[in-house]
């Protein structure tokens, strides 16, 4: 059972990184799996359900990959880099992934059902990168709002990114800059 909804959530990343989540038809994500759309049903009882189960997987999913970047930091401070940069790669997953985690948080505005688990999704990365930006030598309370401006940045570039409003080598270089600021401030 766990392969059968792993294949349906990536299809839905999928889906959903290229069509967006506005007019979204189960019936999409069904074709895209190769499977019924009653089996989805079956699996996440309705649009919203599956949608939800979505954003959970589009949050393990980069949770994993910016893990796997960071694990092989010397220190960390290189850890965060890595962390926050992972988000930034030029890969189809980290794309789909991005692409995905954005029409959702925007989606969120128009479906309430979406807010909680977005909002704890968040938390728990920001939560991730203020532990890091504790361990590079900073207070709690500087180190939430330094995760939190950071999280932000990352987002928001990988959106400009994403939509073609600014190149990689550029969001890049912008966040390089802002955690370089951020660590600076940190413990001031």
């Known amino acids: 059972m766990f392969e059968r909804q792993q294949k349906i959530l990536e299809a839905a990343v999928r889906v959903i990184a290229r069509s967006g ?12 799996a190769g499977i019924s759309t009653s ?6 009882t309705n649009r919203a359900g599956l949608l939800g189960k979505t954003l959970e997987f589009v949050s393990d999913r980069a949770a994993a990959y910016t ?3 960071a694990a092989e930091a010397a220190d960390p401070r290189a850890e965060l880099e890595l962390m ?5 790669q030029d890969s189809q997953a980290v794309r789909e992934n991005s692409t995905a985690w954005g029409e ?4 969120a505005v128009f479906a309430p059902e979406l ?5 704890e999704s968040t938390r728990v990365w920001v ?11 900073g207070d709690g309370v500087k180190a939430e709002d330094a995760a939190e401006r950071l999280t932000s940045l990352v987002e928001g570039l990988s959106e400009r990114w994403l939509s073609g409003s600014m190149d990689l080598d550029r969001a890049r270089d912008l966040l390089r ?6 660590l600076d401030r940190v413990g001031d």
């Open 67 to 69: 893990e796997e970047a």
């Open 104 to 107: 959702l948080r925007a989606s």
């Open 177 to 182: 800059g802002a955690i370089a600021l951020e």
């Open 84 to 88: 926050l940069f992972g988000e930034l």
């Open 127 to 137: 939560d991730e990168v203020a532990d890091t930006i504790r361990r590079v030598g």
């Open 115 to 119: 807010r909680e688990p977005l909002a």
């Open 39 to 44: 089996l989805i049903y079956y699996h996440f």
């Open 21 to 32: 989540v506005r007019g979204l038809r189960v019936e999409k994500i069904a074709a895209e």
